[in-house]
């Protein structure tokens, strides 16, 4: 063997090998929304040796840029179907992951994938605790993908649930989000926006109230709301009525959109805002919210609800307030507050946003999900 030979042979030997990666997610349909954004956060996450594959319903419009990463179109509709192509894609990946997982997922992957070996490359993400009788019940049966799984914990709460239920390989992640490419400078106040689609349970009952007191008093605050139904579909009984009413309270003032905005545009929204967060805490007590990372990543102080994540955002860094859950009164007064310290608030959001960009970075995702035991 000559030289150049055997110096060919020993980089070959110290040059990892690329590393492919499945990651499933059924819900993922549209360019916007929440299973989007984690997709594409957990993509950008990769490194250089990281090969992904993401499974995608047939009718689903998103891409995905990149040579790193292909979309296999799937027909997966249910834990149980999903299991079956994620068996069949341990066959030529390394790693996999399920996306918003639940007990139906852990016991589909116990009953489908066979052999251990392969479910100890499998890992969920999980995103709620085991909160219904039923989801314990589930989770109790899955009893070797609790025992061979890498289970993902989005919070604290989520992993002692796991623990407790008998989980063995349990990891706490930072929800990963991918932040913009610069702060935004500093910008003066202009307008209050819900970023996210309106619900009965992330505080709509106080913000139609909200609407009416501002037109009694001929405020001039520009607001701005999402009104996209849920999943695609109809508007809940609650929420129906409660939009109706908005609109027909005509706050010249107001702009309800009916449809998701891009990525960009979504983003673009947020800089000189004031974003309400202000969800019902018996939901949303142990739960990531979105919409609270990627508005103080763009600057934007947050108005949240008492007793959720969100609002430990907001004592963290005093980028904007604390309220009671479904509270129109201390809503309101909460929002004049943030507007007459805007400057201050600002400054505390830019300032949150250098942080959360380091502690929800994408990168930080992939190495807990892929690290070794």
């Not at 997922?105 to 993400?125: C, N, Q």
Request: hydrophobic share 45%; glycine share 6%; net charge positive.
């Amino acid at each position: 063997m000559d030289r150049s030979t055997a110096v060919g042979w020993t980089m070959a030997a110290l040059t990892p090998p690329d590393r492919s990666l499945w990651l499933s997610e059924p819900r993922l349909r549209t360019g916007a929304g929440h299973y989007r954004d984690l997709v594409r956060s957990i993509v950008a996450g990769k490194g250089d040796r990281d090969r992904f594959a993401v499974a995608v319903p047939p009718d689903c419009d998103i891409e995905l840029a990149g040579k790193a990463v292909s979309m296999v179109r799937d027909s997966a509709s249910s834990p149980w179907s999903e299991s079956l192509s994620v068996r069949r894609a341990l066959k030529d990946h390394d790693r996999a992951l399920v996306l918003t997982s639940k007990g139906a997922h852990a016991l589909a992957l116990s009953s489908r994938v066979r052999s251990d070996g392969d479910l100890e490359r499998v890992a969920m993400l999980f995103h709620w605790p085991v909160r219904s009788r039923a989801d314990w019940s589930l989770h109790r049966l899955a009893r070797r993908a609790r025992r061979s799984c890498v289970a993902l914990a989005t919070t604290p709460t989520v992993a002692r649930s796991l623990r407790m239920i008998g989980w063995r390989r349990v990891r706490e992640v930072r929800y990963p989000v991918i932040a913009p490419d610069r702060i935004p400078p500093p910008m003066q106040f202009s307008h209050v926006r819900v970023a996210g689609p309106l619900r009965f349970n992330k505080g709509l009952a106080a913000i139609a109230e909200l609407v009416m007191r501002w037109v009694e008093r001929e405020e001039a605050i520009r607001l701005y709301l999402q009104a996209t139904p849920k999943h695609g579909r109809r508007h809940g009984r609650r929420e129906g009525l409660l939009l109706d009413q908005i609109e027909a309270i005509a706050y010249p003032h107001l702009e309800l959109r009916s449809a998701a905005l891009g990525r960009d545009r979504y983003l673009d929204g947020f800089p000189g805002a004031i974003t309400l967060v202000a969800y019902d805490p018996a939901l949303f007590s142990d739960q990531v919210s979105g919409v609270s990372l990627d508005a103080l990543l763009c600057g934007s102080p947050i108005i949240a609800s008492e007793g959720t994540l969100a609002a430990d955002l907001v004592r963290e860094f005093g980028a904007g307030e604390v309220v009671p859950y479904d509270d129109a009164t201390a809503l309101d007064e909460a929002i004049h507050r943030v507007v007459h310290s805007w400057d201050q608030h600002s400054a505390r959001a830019r300032k949150a946003a250098e942080m959360l960009a380091k502690r929800h970075h994408p990168r930080r995702f992939v190495e807990a999900w892929l690290a070794s035991d």
